[in-house]
């Protein structure tokens, strides 16, 4: 069994893929890396058909219609042989000193057969066009270099929130929730990132920058206008969050509870304040829709998220209420340079 199996969706990737690619094969043999091809008109299957050449024992490639990036992901997934499975995009990175660490830290792991969920790395927004790069890290928020508990966790931060590019799951977590992401829909990271956790009992935060998240790109979909313009799919997401649990009944910890009605109440901020922003009296009744779809699904994180616990009155039909979304969403983004 490999050890890791690193999944790089491809669609149209031919001008950006061989970085990503090369910053895992630093690993040899120890890593899988599954290249899926997801119907790309470009010359992005030749690339990978010549390094699957060149690596026959690392790399295998996946051609397949084009589904979208959650379609890829499920593809990896269900063809992964590592023991633990991280996603990186094609037009992202490994930092390859960290992922040296990386490996030499589930060897050890093996060896010692230790059983383990989840491995929390840092990552790091790489913005090169105003030479801006922005580490995002747990110390504060989770013990460095320990076998821990959700019970060892501690506040995280709006920015401390576990995203794809932070996580690395043991690979049977993500089979035995069967998670399956949705085809031809933006934002599904947010569903890799949210809906395994409940399923993670173990975690070791491994204090090294190792994904390099780029941020630039005019068509990248978290890019605000294009956000605005695929709202109809960030609302889907959102809704699929609210749909995988009722936090008060079906989480039993309390920390992981706390987590993740923070990180629905971020994706509730994010879908809101676009939604808002754009101000047509179509997109507020979808605001209101949507704030009406987590009342009815799950009352009591409604309250959770709409009162103090978290906050903000996110739901605020004023003036003043949608300023203040905004300005959040806005604030925030200036500080991470997410957009």
């Known amino acids: 069994m490999k050890l890791i199996t690193v999944t790089i969706p491809c669609y149209n990737?031919?001008?950006y893929m061989k970085h990503a690619i090369n910053s895992v094969l630093i690993g040899e043999k120890d890593v899988e890396i599954i290249l899926v091809d997801d119907g790309s008109t470009d010359n992005t299957l030749s690339i990978a058909n010549e390094y699957a050449e060149k690596y026959p024992d690392i790399i295998?490639?996946?051609?397949k219609e084009n589904g979208g990036h959650g379609s890829a992901v499920n593809t990896g997934i269900a063809n992964a042989t590592g023991l633990?499975?991280?996603?990186?995009d094609s037009d992202d990175w490994f930092d390859e000193a960290s992922f040296h660490k990386i490996i030499n830290f589930i060897k050890y792991i093996v060896k010692e057969n230790i059983s383990l969920d989840m491995i929390i790395n840092n990552y790091v927004y790489e913005k090169p066009s105003i030479h801006k790069k922005k580490p995002i890290n747990y110390r504060s928020a989770l013990p460095c270099n320990k076998f821990i508990t959700w019970n060892d966790a501690k506040h995280f931060k709006m920015s401390q929130n576990l995203l794809?590019?932070?996580?690395i799951y043991k690979t049977q977590i993500l089979r035995d929730c069967n998670l399956q992401l949705p085809e031809h829909t933006f934002y599904v990271d947010n569903i890799f990132a949210y809906v395994p956790l409940a399923y993670v009992k173990k975690m070791y935060y491994l204090n090294v920058d190792l994904y390099r998240y780029y941020i630039g790109r005019d068509d990248q979909s978290v890019n605000e206008k294009v956000m605005t313009n695929?709202?109809?799919q960030q609302i889907k997401v959102t809704k699929i969050l609210i749909d995988a649990f009722h936090l008060e009944e079906d989480i039993a910890n309390k920390k992981l509870r706390s987590y993740l009605t923070k990180y629905l109440a971020m994706i509730m901020i994010v879908s809101s304040a676009l939604l808002i922003n754009e101000g047509s009296e179509k997109n507020l009744a979808k605001r209101d829709e949507l704030w009406n779809y987590l009342k009815l699904h799950d009352k009591k994180t409604y309250i959770s998220i709409t009162g103090t616990k978290c906050g903000l009155p996110l739901q605020f039909k004023s003036a003043a209420g949608k300023k203040l979304v905004?300005?959040?969403y806005h604030i925030f983004n200036r500080i991470y340079g997410f957009n």
């Open 13 to 15: 990737s031919q001008e």
């Open 60 to 63: 295998r490639v996946i051609h």
């Open 84 to 88: 633990f499975f991280k996603v990186l």
């Open 164 to 167: 794809m590019h932070s996580i």
């Open 230 to 232: 695929r709202i109809d």
């Open 326 to 328: 905004v300005t959040f």
